[in-house]
Antibody, heavy 120, light 111 residues
Framework: EVQLVESGGGLVKPGGSLRLSCAAS????????MNWVRQAPGKGLEWVSS????????YYADSVKGRFTISRDNAKNSLYLQMNSLRAEDTAVYYC?????????????WGQGTLVTVSS | QSALTQPASVSGSPGQSITISCTGT?????????VSWYQQHPGKAPKLMIY???KRPSGVSNRFSGSKSGNTASLTISGLQAEDEADYYC???????????FGGGTKLTVL
């Protein structure tokens, strides 16, 4: 069974940093691209970042470019999101999501999310 | 890159059919057959319902179907059931820079 479990969320002050983790199990992690998608309270989904299976290709939404860094450790079956210079508008539930195999045309499995609150 | 446009809400009675539209541009929905749809119940993670425009993952009811015409994709739910009440989001590939763009979401109410 595919499982994605996020951790690392919490309360942080504006300008602060936080590192999210996503532990994957039930599939060959090193064969899949992975993603972070966030959802502000009461709002819709927003794609944040994607990383290819071997970390060769990395993409960011304009809203986080230069502040967030996505990475992965295939030996540990883990995905990370380093978030720096956090702003109030980064407050959201952050989901880890797997890209489908093959074309990677969709997000086929999602974690339960971890809440990040940016507030003084 | 702007979000895809969805109606804020739709409603229907049990047994009826509803359609949720998702309008993008020639840079996303119109250029790629890579629209997916997600269902989200309150406090839960999104769940994939439709991918590549019209394909259903294993385990998803055949009451859910997808289509696309030009820059607009659509999700149709037939034979509405109480359990279908949820938020629905469309998502499209948007090219090698932006990569993915979501719709603003549609709240489905089953009357």
């Amino acid at each position: 069974e595919v499982q994605l479990v996020e951790s690392g969320g919490g309360l942080v002050k504006p300008g602060g940093s936080l590192r999210l983790s996503c532990a994957a199990s039930g599939f060959t992690f090193s064969s899949y691209s992975m993603n972070w998608v966030r959802q502000a309270p009461g709002k819709g989904l927003e794609w944040v970042s994607s990383i290819s299976s071997s970390s060769s290709y990395i993409y960011y939404a304009d809203s986080v470019k230069g502040r967030f860094t996505i990475s992965r450790d295939n030996a540990k079956n883990s995905l990370y999101l380093q978030m720096n210079s956090l702003r109030a508008e980064d407050t959201a539930v952050y989901y880890c999501a797997r890209s489908s195999g093959g074309s990677g045309s969709h997000f086929d499995y999602w974690g339960q999310g971890t809440l990040v609150t940016v507030s003084s | 890159q702007s979000a895809l446009t969805q109606p804020a809400s739709v409603s229907g009675s049990p047994g009826q059919s509803i359609t949720i539209s998702c309008t993008g541009t020639s840079s996303d929905v119109g250029s790629y057959n890579l629209v997916s749809w997600y269902q989200q119940h309150p406090g839960k993670a999104p769940k994939l319902m439709i991918y590549e425009g019209s394909k259903r993952p294993s385990g998803v009811s055949n009451r859910f179907s997808g289509s696309k015409s030009g820059n607009t994709a659509s999700l149709t739910i037939s034979g509405l059931q109480a359990e279908d009440e949820a938020d629905y989001y469309c998502c499209s590939y948007a090219g090698s820079s932006t990569l993915w763009v979501f719709g603003g979401g549609t709240k489905l109410t089953v009357l």
